[in-house]
């Protein structure tokens, strides 16, 4: 479907050129980004996770495509760092994992902002662009559910769905598979690497690190990648 086509999805009123509602989840730091540890250690990954959530949420405030990006997490340090880079916190009052809080996240979203597309996005794109977000968020809005891939092939960082659609998420392992089953359309695009690269290994923040990583994750992982 072609972008300015009729989008039966969509109410009259309640379009996606509105801009989009983030929700990007965020587990506790304690337990964020594990296998990181070893490289890291247990003293400095902590750090880096939040290092990670922040550059995301600041590239993602920074793409012209989103209206507001809300975070779904009950670690105290995170929600008050990410609320002072323009976030809306929200507990996860669900307590019943990643894609619990998503769809909370969702929900909380719509209920500020009736009619809102929704996008769930990874914390963990140190490296994100605006200008390429911006892209994907584009590509994404002819749909009524659409996903991005992450580098490897195999999970999902970002999934999106339009005004009035359930969001229905289903991260975690080979989550491309699981969005693409459940009818959400796979976005095939070229160039939008930081969009893609999600960090949970090493080599994850070694690649990013080679896009080129926002500020607070280039000072945390100095002398890691």
């Known amino acids: 479907m072609r972008a300015g086509t009729s989008r039966p999805w969509a109410r009259e009123g309640h379009v996606t050129n509105t ?3 983030l929700v990007v989840p965020l587990k506790p730091l304690v337990l ?12 400095l990954r902590p750090g880096l996770a939040l290092a990670f959530a922040q550059d995301t949420v600041a590239a993602a405030l920074a793409c012209p495509a989103v209206r507001d990006v809300v975070v779904v997490t009950d670690d105290a340090l995170a929600a008050a760092e990410l609320a002072a ?13 990643l894609n619990a809080a998503l769809a909370h996240g969702a929900r909380c979203a719509r ?17 994100l662009r605006p200008a390429e977000l911006r892209r994907v968020l584009d590509a994404a809005a002819v749909f009524p559910r659409a996903f991005l891939a992450d580098a490897a092939g195999i999970g999902t960082t ?8 359930e969001l229905s998420p289903s991260f975690g392992g080979p989550s491309r598979a699981r969005h693409s089953a459940s009818g959400a359309a796979e976005i095939r695009l070229d160039g939008v690497d930081s969009v893609r690269q999600d960090v949970d290994t090493l080599d994850d923040l070694r690649a990013a690190v080679a896009l080129g990583v926002g500020p607070r994750t280039s000072a945390r992982s100095a002398g890691i990648a």
């Open 85 to 97: 880079l323009g976030a809306r916190i929200e507990p996860d009052a669900p307590a019943a994992g």
């Open 158 to 165: 970002l999934l999106s769905a339009a005004p009035h659609v």
């Open 111 to 127: 209920a500020a902002r009736a009619g809102a597309a929704v996008a769930a996005l990874n914390a963990d794109l140190p490296a």
């Open 32 to 43: 964020a980004k594990s296998r990181l540890a070893a490289a890291a250690g247990e003293r």
């Open 19 to 21: 801009g989009w509602s």
